[in-house]
């Protein structure tokens, strides 16, 4: 008479197998969550620098970030903003700069903005410059602004920007 079913041994060889492809998966989803991170952070910035521009033409003033790359932060008017940890200002090994024209090794803090911070101004103008950021990972995206306030974001891949 045979019994319909698995053996212990058979259920301990499929959990063994299950467990090494977890195994093996693992790292491909901390580089997808690292990923997200960095796309993310990169949007955020994005925006605040959107707010920052239109804010400026709407009140008639000043408005200014101001990018903290030592304390892994950049502050604005009435709040500071601190990167997620796996995130940083700065780049990878072989990325140049800037995306629009890659010649040359970026500001070492990863911040091309006089004094590290981003005027913008009534008139709808602004300081123009780059932020780069790399996540552990090493990908390398980067925000540009020109000087008639376009932002675009960038992502170093292939020895190009994207």
Do not use: C
């Amino acid at each position: 008479m045979h019994q319909k079913g698995f053996t212990f041994l058979e259920l301990l060889v499929v959990l063994a197998i299950i467990g090494i492809l977890s195994v093996l998966a693992v790292p491909d989803l901390t580089a997808f969550s690292n990923r997200i991170h960095l796309e993310t952070t990169v949007r955020d910035i994005t925006s605040d620098l959107r707010e920052m521009k239109i804010k400026a033409m709407i009140e008639r003033d000043n408005f200014t970030i101001s990018f903290d790359p030592e304390n892994n932060s950049y502050d604005l008017p009435g709040r500071k903003v601190y990167l997620p940890s796996q995130i940083r200002f700065g780049f990878g090994p072989g990325v140049l700069g800037p995306p629009g024209n890659p010649i040359e090794t970026p500001e070492e803090d990863g911040i091309t903005f006089p004094s590290n911070k981003a005027n913008f101004y009534p008139q709808g103008t602004n300081s123009m410059g780059t932020v780069y950021l790399v996540n552990n990972e090493t990908l390398t995206m980067a925000i540009t602004i020109s000087i008639t306030g376009r932002v675009r974001i960038w992502k170093w891949g292939g020895g190009i920007w994207k």
